[in-house]
Nanobody, 115 residues
Framework: QVQLVESGGGLVQPGGSLRLSCAAS????????MGWYRQAPGKQRELVAAIRRIGSSIYADSVQGRFTVSRDNFKNAVDLQMNSLEPEDTAVYYC?????????WGQGTQVTVSS
């Protein structure tokens, strides 16, 4: 079993920045993939960004160039730096990891982009 604890959500104005962090209960070197999904009201959950064991990263087209996903080996965490935020980025953001072909989820953290 893997526990994931997210932090860093909140309210920010358009054009602002936030950094999300997801701390895992075991070493992140165990994970095939880790990253972030989001779900806006009335919409399906969608992949935002993920980083794989070999180090490659993938991003949704809508966040490419604005968001950066990274691993923090010291903290056993995966972070999401979000810049140039737009109202369309408003959603609950969920951390996920692939551990031995099983997906584990965090509890979610709300990000609201509004003036």
């Amino acid at each position: 079993q893997v526990q994931l604890v997210e932090s860093g959500g909140g309210l920010v104005q358009p054009g602002g920045s936030l950094r999300l962090s997801c701390a895992a209960s075991i070493s992140i070197f165990n994970f095939n993939e880790m990253g972030w999904y989001r779900q806006a009201p009335g919409k399906q959950r969608e992949l935002v960004a993920a980083i794989r064991r070999i180090g490659s990263s993938i991003y949704a087209d809508s966040v490419q160039g604005r968001f950066t996903v990274s691993r923090d080996n010291f903290k056993n965490a995966v972070d999401l730096q979000m810049n140039s935020l737009e109202p369309e980025d408003t959603a609950v953001y969920y951390c996920h990891v692939d551990y031995r072909s099983t997906i584990f989820w965090g509890q979610g953290t709300q990000v609201t982009v509004s003036s």
